[in-house]
């Protein structure tokens, strides 16, 4: 997942106000959902009395509180720049996207420990077609969420809503394995089959939690964007005739929002408000390409020695030699 967060937040052809509403819209969505299978899970367990249940029970818990997070960080990332935040709030979505891994891990630990419990003492599984139907329920409702935040994530971006629609991907699969458990415990008689479930699911969930945290903290950590969209930067800066080549490139995403800075080269003999013009073309061509990017152009004359600079950032391409 090299370029996974680079990828989360590459640019959209949407304004900044619709995004927000739909991330909004998103976040509702998920803690309304979490809330009722909340409701159905518990009833599910009380009658099963399966460690499995118990464990799809457990997740949606913590996709309830990791949602709550998401909705608060989405809704402070949102907010624009003020005078003390002068790049924004964007960084509230990575940091909701920490907490949510933080969320599932906990929740991974307690489902081994119920887990182990049943491996030494099994009991046996009742009401399974209680069981079922509330399963199916939640296969049903979360599909439908699932399908609803990556349409929003594909059209804004959106790290935390991301994050979240990972989490409700993953309870796809664990309300199937579930299912599977409940059959193999009842019909077959294999009762460590709900246990051994369990901690197969608690192993996934970990998994996923380890993938939202690296994603979090790259761009906490100002992680460059891809190399495609790095290459089409350069590409479009280039592509000016009065643009000789261009260096020093470095670039990093927050929230919805990229920062972009570059330098160009161009032909010495021009006058300053000749290379002022270029560099404003240059810079509209690229805010067309990326609307939702702050971009910073530095001029430089071709050949001028830029050894004055005292801090030179290692580049992962020859773009920001």
Same mark, same amino acid.
């Given at each position: ?22 991330? $909004? ?15 159905? $899970? ?6 099963? @009395?399966?460690?499995?249940?118990? /464990? ?25 720049? @003020? ?71 594909? &059209? ?54 380890? /993938? ?5 903290? @790259? ?11 790095? &290459? ?6 280039? /592509? ?9 490139? &470095? ?32 810079? @509209? ?37």
């Amino acid at each position: 997942m090299n370029q996974g967060p680079a990828a989360a937040a590459a640019p959209v052809s949407l304004s900044p106000e619709r995004a927000g509403r739909l991330m $909004k819209l998103a976040t509702y969505a998920s803690v309304s959902v979490a809330l009722v299978l909340i409701a159905a $899970k518990f009833a599910a367990w009380l009658a099963t @009395d399966a460690v499995s249940m118990l /464990s799809t029970l457990i997740d949606s818990l913590l996709d309830a509180g990791a949602s709550l997070v998401n909705l608060v960080a989405v809704r402070k990332a949102l907010q624009p720049a @003020d005078y003390e935040h002068r790049f924004g709030h964007g960084k509230a979505e990575p940091l909701a996207g920490l907490a949510q891994a933080a969320f599932i891990c906990g929740s991974a630990a307690f489902l081994l420990m119920e887990a182990v419990e049943r491996f030494v003492h099994p009991r046996e599984i009742e009401n399974t077609d209680f069981g079922y139907a509330v399963m199916v329920f939640a296969i049903v409702v979360t599909i439908a969420l699932v399908v609803f935040q990556r349409s929003v994530v594909r &059209r804004t971006g959106s790290t935390a809503i991301r994050a979240d629609s990972l989490h409700y991907s993953m309870d796809v699969m664990v309300n199937v394995s579930v299912i599977v458990s409940l059959l193999l415990a009842t019909n077959a008689g294999w009762l460590w089959a709900d246990p051994l479930f369990a901690i197969v699911i608690a192993g996934y969930i970990v998994r996923g939690a380890m /993938s939202i945290g690296r994603q979090s903290l @790259d761009l906490l950590m100002d992680r460059e964007l891809s190399e495609e969209d790095r &290459r089409r930067i350069h590409d479009l800066a280039v /592509s000016h005739p009065g643009v000789l080549d261009v260096h020093d490139m &470095r670039t990093r995403s927050s929230g919805q929002n990229q920062f972009i800075q570059l330098h160009l080269e161009m032909d010495g003999k021009i006058s300053l408000i000749e290379a002022h013009e270029i560099s404003e073309e240059v810079m @509209d061509r690229i805010e067309g390409a990326f609307p939702n990017a702050e971009v910073i152009i530095h001029e430089d004359p071709e050949g001028v020695d830029e050894s004055r600079d005292t801090f030179k950032a290692e580049s992962p391409s020859p773009l920001g030699k």
